[in-house]
């Protein structure tokens, strides 16, 4: 079985600070899915990156998969009170193996 | 589109009693699932299914059975409620292929007292 190491578990930041959260595993994957929970509702999907060295950016967010195809990041820039929420990794598989979450807390 | 539903919204049990948590989804995605998810933590399968008539065990299925008659519904029982079942309970469903994205309902809030 695949599994997914996220860290940091738990990050309260000041709006405006940037913030890195990591996704790590010992196996290689195919594609690699990024969700954001916000409280209160379900996961929902903000990205997949498939190619190892793939930068994608959301706006704020900036989501790199690793050369390797083993790790990926989650950068935020400028931190909002918006951005507050569980980051969740995800893994091909089916049913997805997903990690157990960086949860974010950023104060106005 | 409605996506992915699920009814209720809230529910307290007492211990022992059964109950039928509903997921229904108008996507005409082939595979649902049921994760459950504690206070403070990530998401646990409970079970799984790639179409009608088939359904397979998650990571924590003890208590818990489900049914898939039509491509639509997916509905989670419990059967004797206990307390450690207590937990937000969150429906999902995707397209078959390793890149497809899981839609998410907003959760069922089940209190076990």
């Known amino acids: 079985t695949q599994l997914l190491e996220q860290s940091p578990q738990f990050l309260s930041i000041q709006e405006g600070e940037n913030l890195t959260v990591y996704c790590n595993s010992s196996?290689?994957?195919?594609?690699l899915q990024w969700y954001r929970q916000e409280p209160g509702e379900g996961p929902v999907l903000l990205v997949t990156?498939?190619?190892?060295?793939e930068v994608k950016k959301l706006k704020r967010l900036t989501f790199q998969f690793g050369d390797a195809r083993k790790d990926s990041s989650l950068h935020i820039t400028a931190a909002q009170p918006g951005d507050t929420g569980l980051y969740l990794c995800a893994g091909p598989n089916t049913p997805l193996v997903f990690g157990k979450g960086t949860r974010l807390s950023v104060i106005a | 589109n409605a996506g992915v539903t699920q009814t209720p919204k809230f529910r307290i049990l007492k211990i022992g009693q059964s109950m039928t948590l509903q997921c229904t989804q108008d996507?005409?995605?082939?595979?649902m699932y049921w994760y459950r998810q504690d206070p403070g933590m990530g998401l646990k399968l409970i079970y799984y299914?790639?179409?009608?008539?088939?359904?397979d065990k998650g990571e924590v299925p003890n208590g818990y059975n489900v049914s898939r008659s039509t491509t639509e519904d997916f509905p989670l029982r419990l059967e004797l409620a206990a307390p450690s079942q207590t937990s937000v309970y969150f429906c999902?469903?995707?397209?078959?292929?390793?890149?497809?994205?899981?839609?998410f309902g907003d959760g069922t809030r089940l209190s076990i007292l």
């Open positions: 196996s290689v994957f195919s594609s």
């Open positions: 299914s790639v179409g009608a008539g088939i359904t």
């Open positions: 999902a469903s995707s397209y078959p292929g390793e890149a497809q994205p899981q839609h």
């Open positions: 990156v498939v190619t190892g060295g």
């Open positions: 996507m005409n995605h082939n595979y």
